[in-house]
């Protein structure tokens, strides 16, 4: 009866050594070590290729917060597809190896743009998912920014991270989405004022 007991409870003690040492190694778990191991299990994390190559149009809508920032569009940040073909924005981009980002441990990767801006992307080590990027501002200051996302969710198509945050110096700005829509867009969306049109 007491060797048994002690059996089982060596058993335990052997189950929990194994835990406890396997935990800390899944920073590496799927020896993923490349930038095309990273980008391709975040691809899946998000829903996988064809899931990102099904949205042709895409309308959010929520809440922004934010002090001394002003809104800015550029060209990839309105890629809908930005995912499938993401090295094509850099001249060179390199597994950087793991490290931490805003408290997640992550798959770092860095890399220079092809307009020559210093770049870094980091991925969160276990669920593959983007956390953030800290890189040079497109603009003439060449200042750092960084750019977390959080709280991704599913409205019937790729996740999307629904709390996007950027920061930069004692600037910072938050885009919350309540709604995703993937209908497409009317063209009457796009025509121009009449009074525009009169002016051409």
């Not at 992307?121 to 040079?136: D, I, K, P, S, W």
């Amino acid at each position: 009866m007491a060797s048994n007991l002690r059996r089982t409870a060596l058993r335990r003690l052997l189950a929990m050594v194994l835990v406890a040492g396997v935990a800390p190694g899944w920073v590496h778990a799927g020896q993923v070590n490349s930038v095309d191991g990273v980008l391709d299990r975040y691809k899946h994390a998000l829903g996988g290729d064809r899931a990102i190559a099904k949205v042709q149009s895409e309308t959010m809508r929520g809440e922004i917060d934010g002090a001394g920032m002003t809104a800015k569009a550029v060209r990839r940040d309105a890629d809908l597809q930005y995912a499938l073909h993401q090295p094509t924005y850099f001249k060179k981009l390199e597994f950087a190896g793991v490290t931490d980002f805003e408290g997640h441990p992550c798959y770092w990767l860095h890399g220079t743009t092809n307009w020559g801006k210093d770049n870094n992307q980091f991925y969160n080590v276990q669920t593959g998912l983007l956390e953030g990027y800290r890189f040079q501002a497109d603009n003439s200051s060449g200042a750092v920014a960084t750019v977390q996302f959080q709280d991704y969710k599913s409205f019937g198509g790729p996740l999307v991270a629904t709390k996007v945050t950027s920061r930069s110096g004692d600037r910072w700005r938050t885009f919350t989405y309540k709604s995703v829509s993937y209908a497409p867009v009317a063209d009457s969306v796009f025509e121009l004022p009449q009074a525009v049109k009169a002016l051409l």
